[in-house]
């Protein structure tokens, strides 16, 4: 075989083994399972309603006073 045949082979055979390794990641990353935190359990939610709260209460106090 000449050099050139088995350059050609050699890198054959590492497109071969990139394509295998990118289908296996492209597997994996569809057949994991997501999943969504409940809003009951959710602490940035909680925090967020009670700033939206707090704000509210300084604005009806600010109206008041005018």
Sequence with gaps: M???SISILIT???IIFVVIIFAAAITK???YK????QLDDNPYLK???????TKEKETK??????
């Design 47 to 53: 925090n967020e309603t009670k700033e939206k709260e």
């Design 29 to 31: 990353g569809y057949s």
């Design 61 to 66: 106090e600010g109206k008041e006073r005018s």
């Design 2 to 4: 000449s050099t050139l």
């Design 12 to 14: 054959l055979v590492i």
């Design 34 to 37: 997501h999943t969504i935190d």
